[in-house]
């Protein structure tokens, strides 16, 4: 029975909620300017590739993967307001820097490639988010308060690019103001708003944010990161060690959460083009419809969960949650016969229609309308003759791609809040931030290492080997939750001071 003055209660959650903002606030400043930054790149520096895009791309999780231990570390030893507020600047800075870089005369495209690495460096504070919430929470409030917060983070990825959309009605010319040499257009416009909400989260921290520790019974203690607020507290009982086993397991398994779903977002273009003989602006279109679906249906299940837990315990909701993801890539493994259209390469000045092999062989009054060349102005489309497996891999249906989808962004959501709460649980009264940093970072990891795997896979070896080794690699994760299945508990349980 655990007693807790009013006061302290709401400044303790009026505290986490500015956590939820600040993880919101650090999601979207990856995906409001995502959508924009090639035509951006290509504007302001004609000299980049779509290879130093994917620098561009990658270089946030870098920023984001080297700055989280950092600040982890950080947090452990000072008030968590002062690794909070410096990485929030960083990232403003860096949000002005993108703004800028059409100023330099040459090598535009390595100041942008700087600007978005600073901005993912001050990312690296979702650690120093997740160890306060971890240690301002009771055990019975963790999963609740850990599944809030990812779902801030996916409102804010959903969000980002809803912005974006917004800040094109300013159009590409925009306004310019020459004292300042600035120019406010649809790719500066996005940065400088995320910006200055940055500004206000810094203010709010200040302001409202205060440095609070509860033990896993929910009985206030005093810590190295107190700065001098409440003095009717318990000292912390943080004798007994972490089952690093355990922690090691977890860091590896959140690997794989977050390295499969990069995979799926990267393959999702390429493959509906090459499946469906979309264009290129068919593809992003469906595709983003689709993703923004999904992100309504991780936020649905960030709420169900946390209800949900309370009656299976996490480390079920864990097993189940991988289990549909490796469900959602089996059902992506082609198995029919019909081939994906192939987009020929015809011979240069010459009209010969582009079919696929089937049609050559149809006759003459079920041929399909005849096809523009390629070196006409139409854009190309179907599978691309030069991946060899176009020829005889069979395509993957649309009901196929659609039904994986669903259930990807029905367990990947639950694999997230299950692997940080464990996490959290596990690491118990002790000081969490640079093993939340460590986590952050293996996120990171994932998603710089998962699109670089898929694209060659995908690009020489197809689908079939691509999907079959995610769907082994997610197996090997679900061997290695059955094994260390049952050291999976609470600091607290595991030492006898609380019933699991």
């Known amino acids: 029975d655990v007693v807790e003055s009013q006061e302290h209660f709401k400044s303790r959650w009026r505290s986490i909620w500015i956590m939820y903002l600040t993880m919101f ?11 924009s930054v090639w035509p951006y790149l290509q504007k302001i520096d004609p000299t980049a590739n779509a290879s130093f895009l994917g620098w561009i791309i990658a270089s946030y999780s870098i920023g984001q993967m080297v700055a989280s231990p950092l600040f982890g570390l950080w947090s452990n ?26 100023v330099p005369p040459s090598h535009n495209k390595y100041y942008m490639l700087t600007a978005r690495a600073l901005v993912g460096f001050g990312a690296g504070n979702v650690a120093v988010v997740r160890s306060y919430i971890a240690g301002a929470t009771s055990l019975t409030e963790r999963t609740s308060a850990m599944a809030n917060t990812s779902a801030c983070q996916a409102v804010g990825f959903i969000l980002g690019p809803v912005f974006q959309t917004c800040f094109t009605l300013i159009g590409e010319e925009g306004i310019t103001w020459k004292f300042i040499s600035l120019q406010l257009n649809m790719y500066t416009a996005p940065v400088l708003f995320g910006a200055l909400l940055g500004v206000i989260n810094i203010i709010l921290i200040f302001a409202i944010f205060r440095e609070h520790r509860v033990d896993d019974m929910g009985r206030q203690y ?54 469906y003989s979309w264009t290129r602006k068919e593809a992003v279109f469906y595709n983003g419809i689709i993703l ?38 089996f059902i992506l493994l082609p198995w029919g016969k019909k081939l994906p259209n192939i987009q020929w390469q015809e011979i240069k000045n010459t009209t010969i229609p582009r079919t696929a092999p089937s049609e050559m062989l149809a006759p003459f009054w079920s041929l399909p309308e005849l096809r523009l060349p390629s070196n006409h102005t139409a854009e190309p489309v179907g599978c691309p003759v030069t991946q060899s497996w176009c020829l005889n891999t069979p395509m993957i249906y649309l009901a196929q791609y659609i039904s994986s989808d669903v259930l990807i962004g029905l367990g990947y959501p639950v694999c997230n809040v299950m692997s940080y709460t464990l996490y959290s649980k596990v690491l118990g009264p002790k000081p969490q931030g640079v093993y939340m940093g460590w986590l952050t970072a ?19 070896l197809g689908p079939r080997w691509a999907f079959s080794l995610i769907c082994g690699v997610v197996v090997v994760s679900l061997l290695l939750l059955e094994i260390v299945y049952k050291r999976l508990i609470a600091f607290s349980v595991r030492y006898g001071r609380m019933q699991e």
């Open 292 to 329: 923004s679906m999904i992100g309504i249906e991780s936020v649905i299940v960030f709420m169900v969960v946390k209800t949900l837990s309370k009656k299976t315990g996490e480390r079920a909701i864990l097993h189940a949650g991988l289990l549909i993801v490796l469900v959602g890539f």
């Open 442 to 460: 293996s996120g990171s990891g994932a998603r710089i290492l998962g699109p670089v795997f898929v694209s060659q896979i995908y690009t020489h």
């Open 222 to 275: 005093k810590s190295i990161n107190s700065d001098g607020e409440g003095s009717d507290v318990l000292d912390q009982n943080t004798e007994g060690s972490i089952d690093h086993v355990a922690v090691v397991a977890l860091n590896i398994l959140f690997f794989v959460i977050l390295f499969v779903f990069a995979v799926f977002e990267t393959i999702a273009t390429p493959l509906t083009m090459d499946m």
């Open 77 to 102: 030893y000072r008030p968590r307001r002062e690794p909070l507020v410096i990485s929030t600047a960083i990232s403003v800075a860096a949000n002005c820097l993108y703004a800028y870089v059409h």
């Open 25 to 35: 606030l650090s999601s979207v400043g990856f995906s409001i300017v995502i959508m």
